[in-house]
């Protein structure tokens, strides 16, 4: 099926204004595996099948926009990290990524813990059944209440972020008579290769406690003094969609060091380094991610030369993979609404969601490939800009993509490597209702977050 094209922008790599592209792609048709969720390919027709069911007929059931993932590439990817890093180490799921009560129970089924950073995670992880001694509990600003239900509920670790915090946590397990399992973050300077908004271990950020002057070293004496807090390690992370190891290198370096301080000074060897996550992902075929069992090997051979050099035990080593895992695994399916060419530029492409279901494009100018998933195409590739029905001009989806020039009114596009992100960072701007996410596996599709309706919007407000 192919139809006729329209007047369009610019098509041919020779006369492309500048843009964060590469060179047109030599077939529309192709998906790169890279980018793309594993049960993912195309059908007879040129349309996209996920988890044996195709795009159309996603759309025609669920609607659009919506998020799919595909729960037999979650499952993998849970696996895959927990076989890499074996029975002497601990990953923690980063619920921020994207939680849901289906995707607790995956990781329980799976074998993975879960980090989780506000109370409405902490329970969205009770109710699904996630066993409390596998969960840690992070965040910069923990209110009372958020610390005294994680500790009733016996959860396996808080991260403490802060001095106050130190006494805050230690005092509330004191008046509910428990001893609190604690890890203290710290920031350890290092400079991660990544858009300053995700570089978490600099020293001129929200996160952690420093490393420098010294003020690490003196959280780590509140901590061990006070009888609510049983200190079982040190926290860092230093950033998110991370591709090069040496930050991590370095990060572990200075851990380690603090770990030997630590021994020097109270004599006491803390059973436990958390080195955190934010391992990339492949958003665009030019990204090279690595595979978890290379980040295990890489991870646990730092960390036991540091360690050896210090003549320290090896701590137990935890991670907290949270995009690799889940970031791969979902597209965002959209219709296209109108196309707009402008002679000399491109072509606007504007789909029925955007900024409101993907802000990442608007908040980091993080880059996304496209395709045409409805049907096959032969048309020559356009260059394209796919945009959101908003009333921002910032309001982008995929900055600069290649389609084919005979996209039209009705189009079926889909985002690749949305799962992370994306759901959780949704909002309600211009009152668009936040799209469902629908899990597919074995020929079969669910919804297991439900799209809002504008009862849900007017429900909240009470005016």
């Known amino acids: 099926m192919s139809r006729s094209a329209h007047p369009a922008g610019p098509r041919h790599a020779d006369v492309l204004p500048e843009g964060h592209y590469s060179a047109p792609p030599a077939d529309l048709n192709t998906l790169d ?20 069911i195709t795009a159309t007929q996603l759309a025609e059931e669920h609607g659009t926009p919506a998020y799919v993932i595909d729960e037999t590439d979650f499952r993998a990817r849970a696996r895959a990290w927990r076989t890499a890093f074996g029975h002497d180490a601990d990953v923690f799921y980063a619920g921020k990524a994207f939680l849901s009560r289906a995707v607790v129970r995956w990781l329980h089924e799976e074998g993975l813990n879960l980090d989780v950073c506000s109370g409405g995670e902490l329970a969205t992880a009770l109710s699904a059944g996630m066993p409390a001694d596998r969960i840690a509990f992070h965040g910069n600003n923990k209110s009372k209440e958020e610390i005294e239900r994680a500790i009733r509920a016996d959860v396996g670790r808080i991260v403490l972020d802060s001095f106050q915090e130190i006494v805050r946590v230690a005092h509330i397990a004191q008046e509910l008579g428990k001893r609190q399992r604690v890890q203290i973050r710290i920031t350890v300077g290092v400079e991660a290769h990544t858009h300053e908004f995700i570089a978490t271990a600099h020293e001129d950020q929200k996160f952690g406690i420093p490393l420098a002057g010294g003020q690490a070293a003196e959280a780590v004496r509140r901590a061990l003094q006070l009888d609510g807090l049983e ?26 060091g603090l770990l030997k301080d630590i021994r020097d000074e109270h004599g006491v060897e803390l059973p436990e380094i958390d080195l955190g996550g934010g391992l990339g992902i492949a958003y665009t075929s030019d990204d090279d991610p690595r595979e978890p069992h290379e980040i295990a090997k890489a991870l646990t051979e730092i960390v036991t030369r540091e360690c050896e050099s210090a003549k320290l035990r090896t701590p137990r080593i935890s991670v907290e993979p949270g995009r690799a895992i889940v970031g791969p695994t979902a597209f965002t399916l959209y219709e296209v609404g109108t196309t707009k060419p402008l002679d000399g530029l491109r072509t606007y492409v504007s789909v029925d969601g955007g900024m409101s279901d993907n802000i990442r494009t ?25 945009v959101g029905k908003h009333c921002e001009s910032g309001d982008i989806v995929v900055r600069d993509a290649f389609l084919p020039a005979d996209i039209a009114p009705g189009d079926l596009i889909a985002v690749p490597a949305t799962g992370a992100y994306c759901r959780s960072m949704a909002s309600n701007y211009n009152h668009v209702l936040r799209p469902p996410v629908v899990a597919v596996n074995d020929g079969a599709s669910r919804v297991i977050v439900r799209r809002e309706t504008e009862e849900d919007l007017l429900r909240l407000d009470v005016g």
């Open 33 to 52: 595996p890279k980018v793309w969720a594993q049960t993912v390919t195309r059908n007879e027709d040129g349309v996209l099948t996920v988890g044996g």
């Open 231 to 256: 200190l079982i390690g040190i926290h860092s992370h230093i950033g998110s969609q991370i591709f090069d190891m040496s930050g991590f290198e370095v990060a572990a370096h200075r851990v380690v």
């Open 362 to 386: 608007a908040l980091y100018d993080a880059e996304y490939t496209v395709a045409l998933v409805s049907r096959t195409s032969d048309a020559e590739p356009m260059l394209t800009r796919v």
